[in-house]
């Protein structure tokens, strides 16, 4: 199974469970589309053109109910300051 088809079955899954908000879901959706590199938190929500704060508590969120882990740590390339990035967990 190809990981846009695990992507999308899985979006929807969690989108039918109600475990996740819209903002989470469209945060879930990018990265799962996006999966080809890790992203600090300031780098998604430029990259959406969403407020920090607002992808910091969804982020969080779904770190906790484990739709998202940590997979590096390197220097966000907005901030320059060393960070725990993240990827969706497919």
Known sequence: MSVAITSIE????????GKLGRQAISIYGFLTMHQNRDWSRAELARAMNLPLSSVCGRVNEMIHQGNIITVNKRNCSITGKTV???????
């Open 10 to 17: 899985n979006y929807i899954e969690h989108r039918e469970s």
């Open 84 to 90: 725990n990035t993240i990827k969706a967990k497919l």
